[in-house]
Every structure is written in C-alpha cells, then in structure tokens.
C-alpha cells in the first residue's frame, strides 16, 4: 500500500508534465480505467454490468457513496430527489436576463452557480447534513434548469417537473411537453437517453472533474465547484466534442457529402483540422463507452429509419476513417462522442443541447469526487508549482522614461 503521509512530505525538485499526462494529483477509489484494455469500471464493477442493469439514479448512488443501493436506500433515494426537482420560482426570472440565442452551457452553468444565492441552507462543506441535502438538490433540479434553457431559446413556456415519471423521461417531457400538447414518451428514446448518462457518468480525474476537485479544494461550496466544472465541460476538446461532431457531418453533408475529403484534410499536418470524434487521450485501442453506445445507436437508427443524409455520412465517415492508415497506426477510433451526437440527433435533441446532456451525465461523478476529496483526512488545497521561465530581475524604468 501506498503511504500517502509520506509522499506529501516529499519537497524540492518540481516535475514538468504538460497537460497531465502521467501526473496523478490524487488517489481515488471511484473509477478504474485501463486505457490500453479498454476497461471501465465503477467502484470496481465494470461498465457494461452496469449499463445492462442499473438505472442512472442506481449509478449515481454508486459513485457517490460508493455501494449499490438496497431496495430500501433506493427508494429513498429517488424521493429524496423527487422533493427537489422544482427550482425556486423566482429562479424563473434569472432566464429572462439571457439573450434568447445564448448558449445553454453559458445558462447552465449560470444558474448552477445561482442555486447558492437561493439555497444558502445546503452551503457548508463541512457540515454532512448540508452537503446530503445540496446532493439531492443538484441532482434533482439539473434536468429542470437544462430544460428550462432549452425552453427559452425556443421561446416555449417552461414545463415543470412530473415526479411520478422516471429521471430521463421527466426530462424529455419537460423537454418536448408544451402546455397545449403532451408528449408520449418512447421507451427506447428513454433507454437511449439512461445508456448516455450512465456511460457519461464519471471518467475519473478529467479537465471537468480535476476543476471540481480543485475548485472544492478551497472550500467553495457544491453549486459553485459544479458550476466550475460546467464551465470546463463546455470546451470542444472535452464535452463539447459530441456537438462539434455533429456540427462537422453536417458540414460534410452540405459540402457534398465527400468524407474522403474530410479524412485527407484531418491527415494534413499543415492545417489544425481534426476529426471531431475520433481519438481519445486514455483510451488507445478502443473506448468501451463508444462499444455499448454505439449498439444503443444502430438499434434506435433502425428502429426510426429516418430520413436523414446525416446518419449515412456518419456511417461511412466511421467505415473508412477505421480502414485508413493514418487512423489505424494512431490509434483513433470513433469515441463515445461519435455516437452520442448521432444519438441525440435521431432524438431529436437539439445540437446546442448535447454538451447540457453531458453535463447531466456526468453529475455524480462530478459530486462523487467533491465529496471523496472533503471526505479525505489528509484533504489540502490544491496548488500546482510551475517552471517559470520568464525575465530575471529587472530594473524599473519610470513611466516618462520608457521608450
Ligand atoms: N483527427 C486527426 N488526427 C488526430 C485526431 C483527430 N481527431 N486526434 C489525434 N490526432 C493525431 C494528432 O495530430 C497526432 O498526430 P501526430 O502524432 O502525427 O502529431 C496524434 O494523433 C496524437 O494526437 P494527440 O493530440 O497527441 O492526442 P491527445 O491524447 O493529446 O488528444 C484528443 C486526444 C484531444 C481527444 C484528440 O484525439 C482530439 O482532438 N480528438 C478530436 C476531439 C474529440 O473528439 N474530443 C472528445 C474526446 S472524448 C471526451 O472528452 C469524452
């Protein structure tokens, strides 16, 4: 066993390792990954157990206090999170301030951020009973303040919560409801949409997690880290790939529909273009999420047969990149991305929506870490060193001399 009270008090010579790569800046007990094999797993179950089996509310539980809930804690659970799924009413009015095109994560992450102003009873790190009760409220109100977002870019009423349905068809009920037409819900679409979450859940210490972590180092409250780690989701090397992917076929659709063109431009060093959705920086020989997610899709392509230039694209798109040399000795294959845009196009998700999904997703793992980094008895802020390689002392040059 590692003796961590000794490694902390090792000081001195400080290691370079841009971008993280083979630095870790915690121990963990929440998420296994074997990026070589192409394992996953959760508090040591591996994920396509779970995916078979589990519920994302089930997964969340798992994450966060690290055992598969009895019936009797499951129950309690789902109502504790039921209690919450309504966001203040005067909450409502922080949407009005938003331009109607702004982006949904910039909402997101906004109101997350506003749930401490209106929620200063759930503030304490240190207090358990706040910290159980800002888990619940998180988790609960999240699909509200994400749908509401989408709400008001279409300019729709908002459609509260309905506590006697499930997590994900509560959502895309107050996704697709509107007061004047109600919205049958298709079991698949709400299979495909609790497959997303629960491989979404947690990737152990990515950028967004690793933000939650250093941010809730400081002692800042839960709504505040989350709204952090929102923020880092948000970039298209991260979460917003799965919305860059689609953006990119539906640019190769309106250019023709030529993926050969796109693959050459993707190999040309002389230009940034990469493939959205393809390559991973863990997983080198394939992403078992993509695995599980990528049956959920053909399933529910063939089961809608849409009309829909895109899907074909991405399907040759995927045939020929995994046949072509400069893929194949990288080792880039479609990742859980890929799929998941593709999903959520054929549900009819909106594209600025998908990194929201993520979001969704990805928030057990999010609070999963916060809690197991408050809960660690050696716990510190976190503070990285540097290398600094700027000028050495200079002397000062009053304003009136300068050249
Ligand atoms: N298209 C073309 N070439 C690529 C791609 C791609 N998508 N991804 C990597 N490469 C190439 C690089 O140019 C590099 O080539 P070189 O060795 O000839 O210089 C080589 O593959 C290795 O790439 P790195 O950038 O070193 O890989 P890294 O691990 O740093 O990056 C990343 C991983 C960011 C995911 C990268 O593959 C990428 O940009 N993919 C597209 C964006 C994407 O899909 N992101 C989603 C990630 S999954 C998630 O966040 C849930």
Partial sequence: ??????????????????????TGSTTSAITFLDGEKGILRYRGYPIEVLAQNCDFLEISYLLIYGDLPNAAQAAEFR????????????????????????????????????????YQDSLDP????????????????????????????????????????????NFLQMMFATPTESYEIDPDFADALRLL??????????????????????????????????????????????????NMLEQIVADGGDVQKYIDMAKDKTNNFRLMGFGHRVYKNFDPRAKIIKASCDRLLEKLDLDDPLFEVAQRLEESALQDEYFV??????????????????????????????????????????????????????????????ATERAFVPLDQRP
């Fill in 79 to 118: 109502s504790n999170i039921r209690e919450h799924t309504l966001i203040h009413e005067e909450m409502r009015s922080f949407y009005d301030g938003f331009p109607r095109d702004a982006h949904p994560m910039a909402i997101l992450s906004s109101v997350v951020g506003g749930l401490s102003t209106f």
């Fill in 126 to 169: 240190s207090d358990p009973r706040q910290v159980e009760i800002s888990i619940h409220r998180l988790l609960a109100k999240l699909p509200t303040i994400a749908a509401y977002s989408y709400k008001k870019s279409n300019g729709q009423p908002f459609m509260y919560p309905q506590n006697r349905l499930g997590y994900c068809e």
């Fill in 329 to 390: 000795e990288r080792k880039l294959y479609p990742n859980v991305d890929f799929y998941s845009g593709v999903i959520y196009r054929a549900l009819g998700i909106p594209v600025q929506m998908f990194t929201v999904l993520f979001a969704i997703g990805r928030l057990p793992g999010w609070i999963a870490h916060w809690h197991e980094m408050h809960q660690s008895p050696g716990k510190r802020i976190y503070r990285p060193r540097q290398v600094y390689t700027g």
């Fill in 197 to 246: 979450l629960i491989v979404h859940a947690d990737h152990e210490q990515n950028c967004s997690t690793s933000t939650v972590r250093m941010v809730g180092s400081s002692n800042a409250n839960l709504f505040a880290s989350i709204s952090a780690g929102i923020c880092a989701l948000w970039g298209p090397l991260h979460g917003g790939a799965n919305e860059a992917c689609v």
């Fill in 1 to 22: 066993a590692i003796d961590i009270s000794q490694l902390r008090k090792l000081t001195g010579a400080i290691t370079l390792d841009e971008g993280f790569v083979n």
